[in-house]
């Protein structure tokens, strides 16, 4: 299984920006799709999560500006953000748990990163 990430770039704050995240290869069933972020010298915190029933969750400080979204028929996961501010500059890593086959456990894949920068 692969995840590719795209969608990063430098944005003035106040502006918006809209990742994407394919996920490929043998896969029975996504459950969980997630963004994460790693700010330099801090560590990586979850940003956002969507599971395969539609329950969503983010981060309080990403409340209000940032969309979690998935499309289940290309497997792919999309994060819309909104108002970005100096302070959400990261490697946001895109994170699903899966099956890759009907008897399967869960396991968790992660996506290389694509490198958001807010600044003026």
């Known amino acids: 299984v692969q995840l590719q990430a795209s969608g990063g770039g430098l944005v003035q704050p106040g502006g918006s920006l809209r990742l994407s995240c394919a996920a490929s290869?043998?896969?029975?069933?996504?459950?969980?799709m997630a963004w994460y972020r790693q700010a330099p010298g801090k560590q990586r915190e979850l940003v956002a999560v969507?599971?395969?029933?539609?329950?969503?969750s983010y981060a309080d400080s990403v409340k209000g500006r940032f969309t979690i979204s998935r499309d289940n028929a290309k497997n792919m996961v999309y994060l819309q953000m909104n108002s970005l501010k100096p302070e959400d500059t990261a490697v946001y890593h895109c994170?699903?748990?899966?099956?890759?086959?009907?008897?399967?456990?869960?396991?968790?894949?992660w996506g290389q990163g694509t490198l958001v920068t807010v600044s003026s």
């Open positions: 290869g043998s896969i029975f069933s996504i459950y969980v």
């Open positions: 994170n699903v748990r899966l099956k890759r086959f009907r008897f399967d456990g869960l396991q968790d894949y």
């Open positions: 969507i599971t395969s029933d539609g329950s969503i």
